[in-house]
């Protein structure tokens, strides 16, 4: 089992940044992971996903250019950098991840190949 808690979320404004991390207890370097958001009223929608090595990432068009995903596999860690916040970013943000055999170019927008979830964190931007 992968435990996953992400931290980091709040209010902002609109032009400004936060950085997300979500933490695991156990390794994370067969994990490929990903950034999910559920707005108020909406679906949860894919944001952005990470190979297992990190060398590949994949992102929502509305976040492209924005938003960064990265990983640090040696402090178990992984996080969403986001810039340039609009308030259309407000939601709750889950971090999710995937066991997969393939260390590259493995990267997945579906939310249901995910096997793992984190609690999810808020984040608000105002106009």
């Known amino acids: 089992q992968v435990q996953l808690v992400e931290t980091g979320g709040g209010l902002v404004q609109t032009g400004g940044s936060l950085r997300l991390s979500c933490a695991s207890a156990?390794?994370?370097?067969?994990?490929?992971m990903g950034w999910f958001r559920q707005a108020p009223g909406k679906e949860r929608e894919f944001v952005g996903a990470i190979t297992r090595n990190g060398g590949t990432t994949k992102y929502h068009d509305s976040v492209k250019g924005r938003f960064t995903v990265s990983r640090d596999n040696d402090r178990k860690m992984v996080y969403l950098q986001m810039d340039s916040l609009k308030p259309e970013d407000t939601a709750v943000y889950y971090c999710?991840?995937?066991?997969?055999?393939?260390?590259?170019?493995?990267?997945?927008?579906?939310?249901?190949?995910?096997?793992?979830w984190g609690q999810g964190t808020q984040v608000t931007v105002s106009s």
């Open positions: 999710a991840a995937r066991p997969t055999i393939l260390s590259v170019n493995d990267v997945d927008t579906r939310e249901d190949v995910y096997q793992y």
């Open positions: 156990r390794t994370i370097s067969r994990l490929a």
